[in-house]
């Protein structure tokens, strides 16, 4: 069985300004990780996503501008969780705002990393908000804490396949 992440949230911005923080490393840096390297412009490119240490890749699946935008998580390159993973962002509009339907599916078990990772998603996805609409964000590592202090690793079962905990704050 496969679980997953879901999230929804308005941004009064068109769907061209979010695609945009979507897709160019300078604007992702905005929002997620200040540390993100790559190229998400076309399908085929790899992300990374940078947390101390520690590196998450994603490779570009699908772009539709304005539209839709699709990563995959590959096999070594990253938390072992999120091996095969996809990230999604369907974007819609209605009068007032652009919404943007987040999933990160494809998860083999839910587990207390997988739930951890929920509520680090939904504060990102609030960060590229603010980004949009404020003109700044908080990205990683000044975003919110979900925990206080060291964090994540092996407290939340979480490594990559080389044995390193899976990036987190110094507190």
Not at 52 to 73: I, Y
Not at 151 to 159: A, D, K, Q, R, T
Request: charged share 30%; net charge negative; hydrophobic share 30%.
């Amino acid at each position: 069985m496969s679980c997953g992440i879901n999230h929804q949230v308005g941004i009064k911005s068109s769907p061209e300004e979010i695609y945009k923080a979507l897709t160019e490393i300078e604007k992702l840096a905005q929002w997620w990780t200040t540390d993100t390297r790559g190229s998400g412009a076309k399908v085929g490119d790899t992300l990374e996503f940078w947390f101390d240490g520690f590196c998450q890749n994603f490779n570009v699946e699908e772009l539709q501008p304005g539209k839709r935008v699709a990563w995959k998580s590959p096999k070594d390159q990253g938390a072992d969780e999120w091996e095969d993973t996809e990230v999604t962002f369907d974007l819609s509009t209605d009068e007032k705002q652009t919404f943007i339907q987040f999933r990160h599916s494809g998860w083999r078990e839910s587990t207390d990393f997988q739930g951890h990772c929920s509520m680090r998603w939904a504060v990102f996805l609030l960060s590229l908000k603010d980004v949009l609409e404020r003109g700044k964000g908080r990205p990683y590592p000044y975003d919110l804490e979900v925990h206080h202090g060291e964090l994540v690793g092996e407290e939340m079962n979480c490594e990559t396949k080389n044995g390193t905990p899976y990036g987190s704050k110094k507190g």
